[in-house]
Nanobody, 125 residues
């Protein structure tokens, strides 16, 4: 189970940090990712991190602004978002896949089968 938190209203240019806490899983063995879904749009990949934190990938639109990290001891994945733009407004979801899959970080929604409940991020311009 995944529980996302940290969303809210922020001014354009400002920062926000999201958290995703895992329970009931061997968290240190699994990759994790953040997706987002804006109103009227499809859910899209934002960024992902490998099980040990050694590898990350990000969508082009957030590179240099968003950073994903994890603390396996706390079973938590973080999304640090800086220089937020109005187009970043969306519901943000953390996700993983169980059982674990070997290989690189996946970017498709169909690659993940465990989802958090989502947390709303609203960026005002």
């Amino acid at each position: 189970q995944l529980q996302a938190s940290g969303g809210g209203l922020v001014q354009a240019g400002g920062p926000l940090r999201l958290s995703c806490a895992a329970s009931g899983v061997t968290f240190r063995n699994i990759n994790a990712a953040w997706f987002r879904q804006a109103t009227g749009k499809e859910r899209e990949f934002v960024t992902g991190i490998s099980y040990n934190g050694a590898s990350t990938i990000s969508a082009d639109g957030v590179k240099g602004r968003f950073t994903i990290s994890r603390d396996n001891a706390k079973k938590t994945v973080f999304l640090q978002m800086n220089s937020l733009k109005s187009e970043d407004t969306a519901v943000y979801y953390c996700a993983t896949r169980l059982p674990r899959v070997v290989g690189g970080i996946r970017t498709g929604t169909a690659d993940y089968n465990v989802w958090g409940q989502g947390t709303l991020v609203t960026v005002s311009s």
